[in-house]
C-alpha cells in the first residue's frame, strides 16, 4: 500500500522496474547476514552469527527505528518547548534494541523497563498519539496522563512499564518470570536496566532468586557507557555486565545492531526455558543525555558522540543493509522517512489537542473499588472521597 | 457497604475461584481437586438464628459485636465453633482462600518447610507445594519486588516478613511499586498483594526487632492497612485482605500469636474497613488497635469498678479509619482517648488525634488526648520495656483525668 504511493510519486522522476519493487515490503524468504562483532559469552556457548532475517524484517527494523527516532527528537522539542515537563529520557541511538528485541519474540513475553521506556512502549504496539498525550499529561495517554513519561504501561501487551527507580523494576521482573512459571506458561520475561542499575543490590538478590527456582527471566543490561554523568569505569569494578551473573551465564551483545539483538533475545528466550535466568548485556549508546535536563556534554566530549553517530548508528547501518542487497533505493527510504516524519507530526498536533484530565481523575484509580473502600465523612452523608 | 460485599459474596460462592483481568489460564494441576462447599453445606451448619437475622447467603460480612457484648473476646457466639489460636485462625484463613483460589500463593522467609517462624504456615508447604508456599532467600527487596511483579499477572501473593522490621528494606518497593501501580499505570494493573507480619513490642526482642512500622507506611498512597488483635478478626481480616484486589498490610503483634477463642466453624470474612465496637459505654470513647486493647480492657475493668462506662472500640482500620463508627461514639460521649502502641511523634495516633479534632471537633468537651509509646528504641531491659509501652495505670489515670 505505501509501496505503491511511493511508485507513484516517482514515476515523474524515473521509471522504476514495479515489480522488483513491488514485492519487496512482503518478501520473506530468508537471506542470512552475518554481525559485525562476535558475541562474547560467559558460561554458555555463543549463538551463531549468521542471523536468519528477512527483506520485510530489515524493512520494518527501519520504519520502526525511524519512527522511535524521530518521536524521541519531536520529544526533545516538544519538552524545549515546555510542553512536556518533568523528566523526560529518550532512548534514540538505542533503538535497535527495542525493535531487534521486538522480532525475537511474542507480544505474550513480558518486557519491563526503566524510566527509559518511550520506545519499548511503541515497539510494544503502543500508538505514537497514546505516547505524546501521555507525556503532554492528556486523558489520552496510555496511563490516562497521571503516570507521565516514566510511567508507560500497556498490558494487553504485557509491557509491565516504566519505573522511575533505579533497579526496583529487577524484583519485579523476576516477579513476572515467576507468574509466567506459576502458571505453567512458555514465556518469558526481558527485564531490562541500565549500566548504572547494575550496582544495585537488589538485581543480585533477584538473579539469585531466579537462578535458585528457574524462572524464565532474561536480565538485559542496557549499557550505554554512562550511568548519568558517572561513567562505567568509575562506577563499576567489573564493567563486564554480562559476567556479574558468576553463575548465570551471560551474553555481550552489540547493542546497535539490530540483527545481533534479535539473534540474542532469540537464543535467549531458548535458553530461558530451559535452564533458567541469562543475562544479556547490550553494548548501546545514547546520544542525548541522561534526561533533558542533562546537556549531556559535560561527562563526554561531542566527538565522542559524533563519532558513534557515524560509525555506529543503528538506523544508518540498517540503511545501508537494504542498500547493499538491493532490498530498496535510497530514494525509497527517504520516502520512508518522511512518511514518519508526517507519522509523528500528526500524532503530536493531536496529542496537543486532546484533554487535559478531569479535576475528579485526581482520585480515580487509588484503590479498586471491591470491598467497598470508601472514605466517608463524619455522618455518612458527607462524601468526603470516594475511592472508586 | 455490605451490600457491595453481598455482591461479591454471590460471585464468589458460584465460582472455584476469582476470575482475574488476565488472559492466562491457569492450569494448576489441583484445580480439579478443589472442593466448593456447597451453600447446603454451609445452611445445614449454619444455625437458624443466623440465618433470621441475615437471610443471606453464607458468609458473615459484617464485623464483631453490633450487638452489645461485655465480654472483649467473645465474637458472635455461634453454637458450634471451635476454639484455636490466633496463629492457628490465621493460618486457617490462609488456607481456606488457598483451597478456594489457586492464584494466592504465600512467600516469605522459612514459611514452607520450617513452617513459619511463628506457625502462621505450618503445614502449607507439605499440602500445596513448593511453588504456592515459597521459601525466600533472605532479600526482603526482592521478594516483596516479586511479589508485585506476580500481582500485576494476576497472582495474589501473600509476603511475610518474617518481621515487620524487616519490611523497611522493602520500603521502596511497597511504597513505590505496590502502592502506586495501579495509579501511575491508569488502572490498568491492580496489585492485589498482602503483606503481613508480627510487628510491635515483644518480650524484650531489642530494638530493631520490636518496631511498629504502621506509622511509616501511613502516608503511602493506595495500600490499605489494617491490624487484627483476636483469633475471630485475624481469620475475618486475613480473608478478606486476600480477597481484595488493593494491596493490603495486614499488622500482626508478636505477643498476640497465642491468644485462644472460639471461632464459628462457618465461614466469614471482616470488613477491611470497618472498625470493632469491643465494649459499648457512655462517659468516654476510648480508641485502640492491636496489642494495646487488651491493656484497655484491663484497664476497663479498674474504671467499672470506679464508676466509669468507658466505650471500648477497636479501630482496626488502620488506613482509611472508621470515621463513621468513631463519629457515632464521639457524638455520643464527647470524649476521646487514644491508646496506642506507636511511638508519639508522627504516629497512627497523631494522625488519628487530627482526623477526630477535623471532622468532630463540635462535639469533644476535652481535647483529644493520645496515649503513645515513649519516643525511644524500645530497650532491653524487661522494666525499661515495661515502661516505653502503654500500661493499664496510664489508661485509668488519663481517663479519670479526661472525666473531670
Known amino acids: ?388 | 457497604m455490605s451490600a457491595i460485599l453481598q455482591g461479591g459474596v454471590a460471585s464468589t460462592a458460584l465460582s472455584p475461584f476469582k476470575t482475574t483481568d488476565s488472559n492466562k489460564l491457569v492450569t494448576a494441576p489441583s484445580r480439579s481437586s478443589l472442593s466448593v462447599r456447597s451453600r447446603s453445606d454451609w445452611s445445614k451448619s449454619f444455625g437458624s438464628r443466623l440465618i433470621a437475622r441475615r437471610s443471606q447467603p453464607p458468609l458473615i460480612p459484617n464485623a464483631v459485636a453490633t450487638k452489645k457484648t461485655d465480654n472483649a473476646e467473645s465474637s458472635t457466639s455461634s453454637k458450634s465453633g471451635h476454639e484455636l489460636l490466633l496463629f492457628e485462625a490465621l493460618q486457617e484463613g490462609l488456607e481456606e482462600e488457598m483451597d478456594r483460589d489457586p492464584h494466592v500463593c504465600v512467600m516469605g522467609e522459612d514459611v514452607g518447610h520450617y513452617g513459619g517462624s511463628y506457625k502462621v504456615t505450618k503445614g502449607l508447604a507439605d499440602k500445596f507445594g513448593d511453588l504456592r508456599v515459597l521459601d525466600t532467600p533472605i532479600c526482603e527487596n526482592a521478594f516483596t519486588g516479586m511479589g508485585i511483579g506476580a500481582a500485576m499477572t494476576g497472582l495474589r501473593p501473600v509476603i511475610e516478613g518474617m518481621n515487620m522490621g524487616f519490611l523497611l528494606l522493602a520500603f521502596n518497593q511497597i511504597s513505590n511499586n505496590c502502592g502506586m501501580l495501579h495509579y501511575t499505570s491508569g488502572g490498568q494493573f491492580t496489585i492485589p498483594v498482602v503483606i503481613r507480619g508480627p510487628g510491635g513490642v515483644g518480650r524484650q526482642l531489642g530494638a530493631e526487632h520490636s518496631q511498629r512500622l504502621e506509622s511509616y507506611f501511613q502516608s503511602i498512597p493506595g495500600i490499605q492497612m489494617v491490624a487484627c488483635s483476636t483469633p475471630y478478626n485475624a481469620k475475618g481480616l486475613m480473608k478478606a485482605a486476600i480477597r481484595s484486589e488493593n494491596p493490603v498490610i495486614l499488622f500482626e503483634h508478636v505477643l498476640l500469636y497465642n491468644l485462644k477463642e472460639s471461632i464459628p466453624d462457618e465461614e466469614y470474612i471482616c470488613n477491611l474497613e470497618e472498625a470493632e465496637m469491643v465494649r459499648p459505654g457512655e462517659h468516654i470513647t476510648i480508641l485502640t488497635y492491636s496489642r494495646m486493647r487488651y491493656h484497655v480492657m484491663q484497664a476497663a475493668k479498674t474504671l467499672v469498678n470506679k464508676g466509669y462506662d468507658p466505650e471500648v472500640i477497636d479501630i482496626r482500620s488502620l488506613k482509611p479509619f472508621d470515621l463513621y463508627t468513631i463519629g457515632n461514639s464521639v457524638k455520643k460521649t464527647h470524649r476521646v482517648l487514644i491508646v496506642e502502641e506507636c511511638m508519639r511523634t508522627g504516629g497512627i495516633g497523631a494522625s488519628l488525634t487530627a482526623a477526630i479534632n477535623e471532622n468532630f471537633h463540635d462535639y469533644l468537651d476535652a481535647p483529644v488526648m493520645c496515649l503513645s509509646s515513649q519516643d525511644v528504641p524500645t530497650p532491653y531491659a524487661g522494666t525499661l520495656e515495661e515502661w516505653t509501652v502503654v500500661q493499664p495505670a496510664q489508661i485509668v489515670t488519663a481517663v479519670e483525668q479526661l472525666c473531670q
Not at chain 1, 155 to 175: M, N, R, S
Request: hydrophobic share 35%; glycine share 8%.
Open chain 1, 1 to 388: 500500500m505505501a509501496l505503491s504511493r511511493l511508485s507513484l510519486r516517482s514515476n515523474r522522476f524515473l521509471k522504476p522496474t514495479p515489480t522488483l519493487l513491488r514485492h519487496v515490503s512482503t518478501d520473506t524468504t530468508p537471506i542470512t547476514i552475518e554481525t559485525a562483532v562476535p558475541f562474547e559469552s560467559h558460561l554458555c556457548d555463543a549463538p551463531s552469527r549468521s542471523v536468519t532475517t528477512s527483506s520485510s524484517e530489515i524493512l520494518t527494523f527501519f520504519r520502526d527505528m525511524a519512527r522511535m527516532r524521530r518521536m524521541e527528537i519531536a520529544a526533545d522539542s516538544l519538552y524545549k518547548s515546555k510542553l512536556i515537563r518533568g523528566f523526560c529520557h529518550l532512548y534514540d541511538g538505542q533503538e535497535a534494541l527495542a525493535v531487534g528485541m521486538e522480532a525475537a519474540i511474542t507480544r505474550k513475553d513480558a518486557i519491563i523497563t526503566s524510566y527509559r521506556d518511550h520506545c519499548t512502549f511503541l515497539g510494544r504496539g503502543g500508538e505514537l498519539v497514546d505516547a505524546f498525550s501521555e507525556l503532554m499529561g492528556r486523558k489520552r495517554g496510555c496511563s490516562n496522563g497521571k503516570g507521565g513519561s516514566m510511567h508507560f504501561y500497556k498490558k494487553d501487551a504485557c509491557f509491565y512499564g516504566g519505573h522511575g527507580i533505579v533497579g526496583a523494576q529487577i524484583p519485579l521482573g523476576c516477579g513476572l518470570a515467576f507468574a509466567q512459571k506459576y502458571n505453567k506458561e512458555e514465556f518469558v520475561t526481558f527485564t531490562l536496566y541500565g549500566d548504572g542499575a547494575a550496582n544495585q543490590g537488589q538485581l543480585f538478590e533477584a538473579l539469585n532468586i531466579a537462578a535458585l527456582w528457574d524462572l524464565p527471566a532474561i536480565l538485559v543490561c542496557e549499557n550505554n557507557h554512562y550511568g548519568m554523568g558517572t561513567a562505567t569505569w568509575r562506577s563499576a569494578k567489573s564493567p563486564a555486565y554480562f559476567k556479574r551473573g558468576d553463575y548465570v551465564p551471560g551474553l555481550k551483545v552489540d547493542g546497535m545492531d539490530a540483527l545481533a539483538v534479535k539473534q540474542a533475545c532469540k537464543f535467549a528466550k531458548e535458553h530461558a526455558l530451559k535452564n533458567g535466568p541469562i543475562i544479556l548485556e547490550m553494548d548501546t549508546y545514547r546520544y542525548h543525555g541522561h534526561s533533558m535536563s542533562d546537556p549531556g556534554s559535560t561527562y563526554r566530549t561531542r566527538d565522542e558522540v559524533s563519532g558513534v553517530r557515524q560509525v555506529r548508528d543503528p538506523i544508518e547501518r540498517v540503511r545501508k543493509l537494504l542498500l547493499t542487497h538491493d532490498i530498496a533505493t535510497e530514494k525509497e527510504l527517504k520516502d520512508m522517512e518522511k512518511e514518519v516524519r508526517k507519522e509523528v507530526d500528526d500524532a503530536v498536533a493531536q496529542a496537543k489537542e486532546s484533554p487535559v484530565p478531569e479535576p475528579s481523575e485526581l482520585f480515580t484509580n487509588m484503590y479498586v473499588k471491591d470491598c467497598g473502600v470508601e472514605s466517608f465523612g463524619a455522618d455518612r452523608k458527607e462524601l468526603k472521597v470516594t475511592l472508586p
